[in-house]
């Protein structure tokens, strides 16, 4: 999904978002999140790894802390996901 369609599915409320992750996550086993420094408090997010647990997927953190971003800049280590369920 580009940035551009995210945001037009954001501008149509909390549902919307909500059955869109719920149909991704149809027919998956694992969950892979992947942590940066705000991860863990982004709404959808968390929605995500909570649907997630509750089907019994796998999940899986993977820190991102140290890739570089398009400017050559990384950032701070997230805190894990499981912290703030």
């Known amino acids: 999904m580009t940035s551009a369609s995210w945001e037009s599915l954001k501008k149509q409320g909390d549902e919307p ?22 991860t863990s408090t982004r709404e959808f997010v ?22 570089k971003d398009n400017e050559g800049k990384t950032d701070k280590q997230g ?5 703030n369920r």
Do not use: A, C, M
């Open 17 to 38: 978002v909500k059955r869109w992750i719920d149909k991704q996550l149809d027919g998956t086993s694992v969950t892979v999140v992947l942590i940066g420094t705000e």
């Open 46 to 67: 968390r929605y995500e790894i909570r649907k997630s647990y509750e089907k019994k997927n796998g999940l899986l953190g993977v820190y991102i802390h140290k890739l």
């Open 79 to 83: 805190q894990p996901f499981w912290r």
